[in-house]
């Protein structure tokens, strides 16, 4: 199972992100959204907002930066 981080170079929530799935042994793709405007559009697809970070975890797609919603999703994935 991929996950996948939608997110800005600039966004300090999406270095947490990254961060948190990194301590937790996570593989996931990054996709910057301020430099691919067809990933912009997949994540507003998705989420219906242009907020980041975007987090795709299985079926599961969580918008903001929420440890508890990360580790539940991440669960529920068998990813963790």
């Given at each position: 199972m991929v996950v996948?981080?939608?997110?800005?170079k600039?966004?300090?929530?999406?270095?947490?992100?990254?961060?948190f799935l990194r301590e937790k042994n996570v593989e996931f793709e990054n996709?910057?959204?301020d430099e691919d405007a067809k990933a912009r559009n997949e994540?507003?697809?998705k989420t219906g907002q242009?907020?980041?970070?975007?987090i795709e975890i299985g079926d599961t797609i969580l918008v903001g930066y929420n440890i508890q919603h990360i580790?539940?999703?991440l669960k529920k994935a068998n990813l963790i």
């Open positions: 996948k981080v939608y997110s800005t600039v966004c300090p929530w999406c270095v947490k992100a990254k961060e996709v910057f959204v994540m507003f697809d242009l907020g980041v970070p975007a580790t539940d999703a």
